[in-house]
């Protein structure tokens, strides 16, 4: 195999992790912020542990018979069905892990029984959304060119506000379900400055995976589009902003933020409410 070969195979590769990792979150999310959730895993005995694990296992590994979260089509031998699905689960319990630990429900302190269960229980609908990432999320490049040829003959406004709108609908479809529980007092009292950087980070990454990385959609011709705010970075920032703002509406609405309350208190809230509110932003994207 030449060096050419190498690197395409590599960056086959890289495509299909970060496809599987935002298929991941787009599934998985929600469920991230959810408590019961949490206190399931951290009050998990060892056999039940082990049963979620060999019941994820097999569900993964079915539904990577059929598609899986690589692009590339191949026969599904079962020896590659079982690689597929090592790195799936293995993809779940990174992933898990690293937003358990952005949202401080992971620390250094915490024990490691509870933490081990935290994650595995957590790490369930993420790799299913892993193994999904095909599925719901494909590629549509046929339908992508006559949506192509249809955006020509809109002006750059009328670009712009398509995606804007698009990202408003796709935040409020993830975050909606979020926004009125408990959860999001309960992790904005935890953050620091320092983690409120973090999440920032986080959620700009995974909306420019999303978007612009994961082959979900044509991303070629998503670079190409028209409008005020079209390039990747620039979109990226922009919608983050939108999908910021939407959260902000969804807790006035639900009355987690009155008008009363400190800026502070704004920014924490809607900072923790925004990473769901972006992934779903950057997914109502994909759809346009």
């Known amino acids: 195999m030449n060096k050419k070969s190498r690197k395409n195979v590599w960056r086959s590769e890289l495509n299909d992790l970060i496809r599987g990792t935002c298929g991941g979150f787009l599934f998985g999310t929600p469920l991230l912020y959810t ?4 206190w399931i895993g ?5 056999q039940l542990i082990m049963t979620a694990i ?3 296992f097999i569900g993964v590994f079915l539904l990577n018979k059929t598609e899986g979260f690589r692009k590339r089509k191949r026969r599904k031998r079962p020896y590659e069905a079982v690689i597929d699905t090592v790195e799936a689960i293995a993809i779940g319990l990174a992933c898990s892990s690293f937003v358990l630990f952005i949202l401080q429900e992971l620390t250094i302190e915490t024990p490691l029984k509870e933490a081990l269960g935290k994650v595995i229980f957590e790490s369930v609908p993420f790799t299913l959304g892993v193994a999904l990432a095909n599925q719901f999320l494909g590629d549509t490049e046929g339908d992508n060119n006559a949506k192509a040829e249809s955006k020509k003959l ?3 406004l009328s670009a712009t506000l398509a995606d804007l709108g698009a990202t408003v609908i796709g935040a409020t479809v993830i975050a909606f379900n979020i926004a009125p529980t408990d959860e999001i007092p309960m992790l904005a009292a935890t953050i620091s400055p320092l983690w409120q950087l973090a999440i920032i980070a986080t959620s ?3 909306s420019y995976g999303i978007v ?3 082959g979900f959609s044509d991303q070629q011709k998503r670079r190409e589009q028209k409008g005020i705010f079209q390039r990747p970075s620039g979109e990226t920032i922009i919608s983050y902003l939108i999908s910021l703002l939407a959260a902000a509406i969804m807790l006035w609405f639900f009355q987690k933020l009155t008008l009363s309350d400190p800026w502070t208190m704004w920014l924490d809230h809607t900072l923790m409410l925004g990473l769901p509110a972006t992934i779903g932003g950057a997914a109502g994207r994909l759809a346009i």
């Not at 408590?35 to 949490?38: D, I, R, S, T």
């Open 154 to 156: 809109k002006s750059e």
């Open 212 to 214: 612009f990385q994961a």
């Open 42 to 46: 951290s009050l998990a005995k060892p």
């Open 54 to 56: 060999a019941l994820m």
């Open 204 to 206: 700009l990454i995974i």
């Open 35 to 38: 408590m019961e959730v949490w």
